[in-house]
């Protein structure tokens, strides 16, 4: 299909395909409005302004949990970024969006409405599964009676699924992701340094020395607001220091996993153990989160090479591939009784 797109509007950042150019945007999932609904910035000049702005500037994210918070600014922002950023000409377009999986049918319609209550009109509307494009994403070939288990973790949520046959047999949206680890690292710092972190900072933390096991030596040095004089200081954090925060995060995900697997019918099981769990989305780079993974589950883990963009990717081979352009659906229509 010529002038089509794929969007994955993920919490952190929203993700573009564009079949024209065969080319992947990808910006910050935020947005600054000024007097209540007018749009300042968005996309990663809006992060910037993320724990920095005045009063005036609100920044904001438009997607919480994997489902759309500010249906408006979501819209506002993704068409500028559709035809400012991606270079896209909508009217008659072909359009794949990825959802999450285990949404109410409302905020799955919301994805769909982005586009069909717009004043542009595009040719067609299709909806993914998201973990169907994320293992499509990752090169496998979903349409086989094998067994497949995706972990897609994410900024906000955690997708949890196995796929046979081009299905989902069983499929657990947590909410959990790395925006929690985050949270969990501001508090920990609070809590042990008396040291009051942004969430900014303590993403860096995790990005540069977080790890999901013991015995990383590595340091980074931040600045935070002393609780006790109420002056900013600088401190040398450990990353033994980051993973006493984010670890009780972890064993958590990790339970939630076991749990799934024990729900597994016997032969998608032999599949997976087979294969090996294929992990995906940008919360999957902290480091040594496989191992993490393989000690509780006694399974191989397999981690994207291009983790960031998994789902975009899926997208692509939706929109460009005929054997999988079944997993591009519509909705069907309300009927009002």
Same mark, same amino acid.
């Given at each position: 299909?010529?002038?089509?797109?794929?969007?994955?509007?993920?919490?952190?950042?929203?993700?573009?395909?564009?079949?024209?150019?065969?080319?992947?945007?990808?910006?910050?999932?935020?947005?600054?409005?000024?007097?209540?609904?007018?749009?300042?910035?968005?996309?990663?000049?809006?992060?910037?302004?993320?724990?920095?702005?005045?009063?005036?500037?609100?920044?904001?994210?438009?997607?919480?949990?994997?489902?759309?918070?500010?249906?408006?600014?979501?819209?506002?922002?993704?068409?500028?970024?559709?035809?400012?950023?991606?270079?896209?000409?909508?009217?008659?377009?072909?359009?794949?969006?990825?959802?999450?999986?285990?949404?109410?049918?409302?905020?799955?319609?919301?994805?769909?409405?982005?586009?069909?209550?717009?004043?542009?009109?595009?040719?067609?509307?299709?909806?993914?599964?998201?973990?169907?494009?994320?293992?499509?994403?990752?090169?496998? *070939?979903?349409?086989?009676?094998? /067994?497949?288990? =995706? &972990?897609?973790?994410?900024?906000?949520?955690? $997708? +949890? #699924?196995?796929?046979?046959?081009?299905?989902?047999?069983?499929?657990?949206?947590?909410?959990?992701?790395?925006?929690?680890?985050?949270?969990?690292?501001?508090?920990?710092?609070?809590?042990?340094?008396?040291?009051?972190?942004?969430?900014?900072?303590?993403?860096?933390?995790?990005?540069?020395?977080?790890?999901?096991?013991?015995?990383?030596? *590595?340091?980074?040095?931040?600045? /935070?607001?002393? =609780? &006790?004089?109420?002056?900013?200081?600088?401190? $040398? +954090? #450990?990353?033994?220091?980051?993973?006493?925060?984010?670890?009780?995060?972890?064993?958590?995900?990790?339970?939630?996993?076991?749990?799934?697997?024990?729900?597994?019918?016997?032969?998608?099981?032999?599949?997976?153990?087979?294969?090996?769990?294929?992990?995906?989305?940008?919360?999957?780079?902290?480091?040594?989160?496989?191992?993490?993974?393989?000690?509780?589950?006694?399974?191989?883990?397999?981690?994207?090479?291009?983790?960031?963009?998994?789902?975009?990717?899926?997208?692509?081979?939706?929109?460009?591939?005929?054997?999988?352009?079944?997993?591009?659906?519509?909705?069907?229509?309300?009927?009002?009784?």
């Amino acid at each position: 299909m010529s002038n089509s797109y794929g969007i994955d509007m993920g919490t952190a950042n929203l993700k573009i395909y564009n079949n024209n150019n065969d080319d992947v945007t990808s910006i910050k999932n935020t947005i600054a409005i000024v007097d209540k609904n007018e749009m300042y910035a968005y996309g990663d000049e809006a992060y910037a302004m993320y724990e920095k702005a005045p009063e005036m500037i609100q920044v904001s994210f438009p997607i919480v949990s994997g489902v759309i918070a500010d249906f408006d600014n979501m819209q506002t922002m993704l068409f500028s970024a559709l035809e400012e950023k991606a270079g896209a000409k909508l009217k008659g377009a072909d359009v794949v969006l990825a959802v999450p999986t285990g949404i109410t049918e409302v905020e799955q319609r919301a994805f769909y409405e982005i586009f069909s209550k717009s004043k542009v009109k595009t040719h067609s509307i299709a909806l993914c599964e998201k973990p169907l494009a994320t293992a499509l994403g990752m090169g496998l *070939d979903i349409t086989q009676p094998t /067994g497949i288990m =995706v &972990v897609d973790f994410g900024a906000d949520t955690t $997708e +949890i #699924s196995v796929i046979s046959l081009g299905g989902l047999v069983i499929t657990e949206l947590l909410p959990f992701g790395g925006n929690q680890l985050d949270e969990a690292i501001v508090t920990h710092m609070k809590r042990k340094f008396n040291l009051v972190i942004g969430m900014k900072t303590a993403c860096q933390l995790k990005e540069q020395i977080g790890s999901a096991m013991p015995g990383k030596t *590595d340091t980074y040095t931040v600045v /935070g607001r002393d =609780v &006790v004089s109420g002056l900013p200081i600088e401190m $040398e +954090i #450990s990353a033994k220091t980051v993973y006493e925060g984010i670890k009780s995060n972890l064993e958590s995900l990790c339970n939630s996993i076991k749990m799934l697997l024990e729900k597994v019918p016997p032969e998608l099981a032999k599949d997976v153990v087979h294969s090996g769990i294929y992990l995906s989305g940008g919360s999957s780079k902290i480091d040594s989160l496989d191992v993490l993974f393989k000690e509780v589950t006694n399974i191989d883990v397999n981690i994207a090479d291009n983790a960031d963009n998994t789902v975009v990717l899926g997208l692509k081979k939706v929109l460009t591939d005929s054997k999988y352009s079944k997993f591009g659906h519509g909705m069907k229509p309300r009927i009002f009784k």
